[in-house]
């Protein structure tokens, strides 16, 4: 009996029936700029956003679930989405086929999942929806950073960038206000179906964009054996690594820290977030076209966010701090960004697009268990966040021949000495590991046998009688 899934033969169909839409998508657009839609769609996606995941903790929490059933949905959708980045980097061909078909399923599905979350409201059926939206969203923002690393040059990379990320603020700014709004109009029973249906309803607008795209050029994009300056990939990942941990990590607790320590009301934690927001908007547009090496500013700016978080005691104060936060981190982020823009040719576009998914989700989850192991020690999480823009800075500073402090020529030594050191210790311990293994599997067959052998000459005994 044949199973109920979907099948290889339903999955044909259903590329088939995307690759057809896309079809008349490309013929209607005729030659409407790929910029223009790239930006629409994530306007479309920034209302989306704040009508959906921003509010998806004060769902749950509406339904009665405590931190620790949260944290832990949290937890495991993001093992499950940084496993199939580490998938797709190992077999990124998948990337390279039904292009456009593959990119609208996984776009439509990111929105589509957020309805049945307000149907099925036990967490289990949430976690699993919740766990389908973050590995569609995986696969599309793969998809994303291949379409615009393969659509244009550095120049065209960074102005994009730029453009979609103030975009996106100023359209979640729009978003955030709608929630507000209708989360203090709607009726209880009815605002979570409401807002999260409407939010899915825009966000497909955002996929309606997709049609009028030409992805033609995606298709069997070339994919380097091996990647040519790995040194410098290895370089380049870790410092961006670490400063994606630090953010992560400065979001988890920041508004708690606010609330429960410094005792402010709700509505100034709000206002960091309407700051940070605007901010970001204005340093999009101050970053886009600065040389690599003006990016050094914005890291050591970002050092020091942290430092006035916990130092300076007066609620209001940390509207600004925010604001100043969201300039710097703004372009600090642009840095990791434009990096890998400029070793596409090195790296290939196809592992540089799923090397940023991968990095986004691998400091979401390296961020998690601070908050778990650490709780309320805020000094302790405070310095975890500098140490870990320190460690950025150093990697940055030292390792990457375009912001270096160094000779480039001594950036690209420490890169490899990096590279070759951390190579050494992995290949080590995965060494270790495996002698390890075997030698316990060899101690307990050894056992096993000793026991065997005990058994069968007690056996022999009571047949002899004795």
Request: glycine share 8%; hydrophobic share 60%.
């Given at each position: 009996m044949r199973g109920h899934g979907i099948g290889a033969s339903?999955?044909?169909?259903?590329?088939?029936?995307?690759?057809?839409?896309?079809?008349?998508?490309?013929?209607?657009?005729?030659?409407?700029?790929?910029?223009?839609?790239?930006?629409?769609?994530?306007?479309?996606?920034?209302?989306?956003?704040?009508?959906?995941?921003?509010?998806?903790?004060?769902?749950?929490?509406?339904q009665g679930f405590d931190i620790s059933e949260i944290s832990l949905m949290l937890a495991a959708s993001t093992i499950l989405s940084s496993a199939l980045s580490v998938i797709l980097y190992k077999y990124p061909r998948f990337l390279t086929s039904h292009v456009k078909a593959k990119f609208m399923i996984f776009h439509a599905s990111e929105r589509i999942f957020w309805i049945p979350m307000i149907v099925f409201k036990e967490m289990a059926a949430i976690s699993f929806f919740y766990a389908v939206v973050n590995l569609s969203s995986t696969v599309l923002g793969s998809f994303m950073n291949l379409l615009i690393y393969s659509s244009f040059d550095e120049a065209g990379v960074r102005d994009v960038t730029s453009k979609r990320t103030a975009a996106y603020n100023a359209t979640?700014?729009?978003?955030?206000?709608?929630?507000?709004?209708?989360?203090?109009?709607?009726?209880?029973?009815?605002?979570?179906?409401?807002?999260?249906t409407l939010g899915s309803l825009i966000g497909l607008l955002s996929t309606l964009m997709l049609l009028f795209m030409d992805m033609r050029h995606l298709e069997g994009a070339e994919i380097p054996k091996a990647v040519e300056s790995p040194?410098?990939?290895?370089?380049?990942?870790?410092?961006?690594?670490?400063?994606?941990?630090?953010?992560?990590?400065?979001?988890?607790?920041?508004?708690?820290?606010?609330?429960?320590?410094?005792?402010?009301?709700?509505?100034?934690?709000?206002?960091?977030?309407?700051?940070?927001?605007?901010?970001?908007?204005?340093?999009?547009?101050?970053?886009?076209?600065?040389?690599?090496?003006?990016?050094?500013?914005?890291?050591?700016?970002?050092?020091?966010?942290?430092?006035?978080?916990?130092?300076?005691?007066?609620?209001?104060?940390?509207i600004g701090?925010?604001?100043?936060?969201?300039?710097?981190?703004?372009?600090?982020?642009?840095?990791?960004?434009?990096?890998?823009?400029?070793?596409?040719?090195?790296?290939?576009?196809?592992?540089?697009?799923?090397?940023?998914?991968?990095?986004?989700?691998?400091?979401?989850?390296?961020?998690?268990?601070?908050?778990?192991?650490?709780?309320?020690?805020?000094?302790?999480?405070?310095?975890?966040?500098?140490?870990?823009?320190?460690?950025?800075?150093?990697?940055?500073?030292?390792?990457?021949?375009?912001?270096?402090?160094?000779?480039?020529?001594s950036a690209r030594t420490y890169s490899y000495i990096l590279y070759t050191s951390s190579l050494m210790?992995?290949?080590?311990?995965?060494?270790?590991?495996?002698?390890t293994v075997i030698t316990s599997l060899r101690l307990l067959a050894f056992s096993l046998a000793l026991i065997l052998v005990y058994v069968i000459y007690r056996f022999l005994f009571f047949l002899a009688g004795l």
């Open positions: 339903g999955w044909r169909i259903i590329l088939n029936i995307a690759g057809s839409l896309s079809k008349i998508g490309v013929s209607a657009a005729g030659r409407l700029s790929l910029k223009l839609l790239l930006v629409l769609e994530i306007s479309f996606a920034g209302i989306y956003l704040a009508l959906t995941r921003n509010l998806l903790v004060i769902y749950l929490a509406s979640n700014i729009i978003g955030s206000i709608a929630a507000i709004v209708l989360l203090a109009a709607l009726p209880a029973g009815d605002k979570f179906a409401v807002i999260f040194e410098q990939m290895f370089s380049i990942s870790s410092f961006f690594l670490a400063f994606l941990i630090s953010s992560n990590l400065l979001g988890i607790f920041w508004a708690p820290y606010l609330m429960n320590v410094l005792h402010a009301p709700d509505y100034v934690a709000a206002g960091m977030n309407f700051a940070a927001t605007i901010s970001s908007i204005l340093g999009s547009l101050a970053w886009a076209k600065r040389s690599l090496k003006t990016f050094r500013i914005a890291l050591g700016l970002s050092a020091l966010t942290p430092l006035a978080a916990f130092l300076i005691p007066i609620p209001l104060a940390h701090i925010s604001a100043f936060n969201g300039f710097a981190g703004t372009g600090a982020g642009f840095l990791g960004n434009f990096l890998f823009a400029r070793y596409l040719r090195k790296f290939g576009a196809v592992r540089s697009s799923i090397m940023m998914s991968l990095l986004s989700n691998l400091s979401q989850l390296l961020a998690i268990p601070f908050g778990i192991f650490f709780g309320h020690m805020y000094l302790v999480l405070f310095l975890s966040v500098v140490v870990l823009i320190l460690a950025s800075m150093f990697l940055a500073f030292l390792t990457i021949p375009e912001v270096a402090v160094v000779p480039e020529h210790g992995y290949s080590i311990a995965v060494e270790t590991t495996k002698e």
